[in-house]
């Protein structure tokens, strides 16, 4: 059984860069077929995905974080890392990694990481 | 981007009381919707996918039907821990996007 958990600083200044780990246990994160995503809530509101990552290492992002945006896989540590660079107030939320679960076309996220609050402040 | 919007955003129930929550999509999502149950601290939780397949290991007295742009989920008889709130997604493109929410309340 595939289990995930976040982890990076809490506290991130503004301008700088954001970054989370998510430590996959129970599956290989470079498997045939694997799918990542990130997610993320900001305090008390909706889910919005950041982009997903392909076990080949390609990637998808949603265009609003493009150039902002780095996902990878680290293989040696069955790791995949997000980075968010120029943090602003407005990307304090709540990072929820998840695996996608895929039947032909239809897919899903299933399951995910316990999330890691990350607060932009000086 | 595709826009889900769920109804009521929040609602008043009892235990035993069926519900019915519903997701409209901006554009067809053919049968490519999901829902998710969260409680206060957690992650989300899968209950639903493709519009009406139960998840694993979840209370057959939910349920999901619809598709194209118009979908429900539904709790044939609400027990205490059902008292969370309700997410739609759909993953029929990139990027994958959220309903606000419906918050089931006591």
């Known amino acids: 059984q595939v289990q995930l958990q976040e982890s990076g600083p809490g506290l991130v200044k503004p301008s700088e860069t954001l970054s989370l780990t998510c430590t996959v246990s129970?599956?290989?994160?470079?498997?045939?077929?694997?799918?990542w995503s990130w997610i993320r809530q900001h305090p008390g509101k909706d889910l919005e995905w950041i982009g997903n990552i392909y076990y080949t290492g390609g990637t998808d992002y949603k265009p609003s974080f493009r150039s902002r945006v780095t996902m990878s896989l680290i293989t040696s540590l069955n790791q995949v890392s997000l980075r968010l660079t120029s943090v602003t107030a407005a990307d304090t939320a709540v990072y929820y990694c998840?695996?996608?679960?895929?039947?032909?076309?239809?897919?899903?996220?299933?399951?995910w990481g316990q999330g890691a609050l990350v607060t932009v402040s000086s | 981007d595709i826009q889900m919007t769920q109804s009521p955003s929040s609602l008043s129930a009892s235990v035993g009381d069926r519900v019915t929550i519903t997701c409209r999509a901006g554009q067809t999502v053919a049968g490519y919707l999901n829902w998710y149950q969260q409680k206060p601290g957690k992650a989300p939780k899968l209950l639903i996918y493709g519009a009406s397949s139960l998840q694993s290991g979840v209370p057959a007295r939910f349920s999901g039907s619809g598709s194209g742009t118009d979908f429900t989920l539904t709790v044939s008889s609400l027990q205490p821990e059902d008292f969370a709130t309700y997410y739609c997604q759909q993953s029929y493109r990139t990027p994958y996007t959220f309903g606000q929410g419906t918050k089931l309340e006591l």
């Open positions: 129970g599956g290989s994160i470079s498997s045939s077929g694997s799918f």
């Open positions: 998840a695996k996608i679960e895929r039947i032909g076309a239809n897919n899903w996220f299933e399951p």
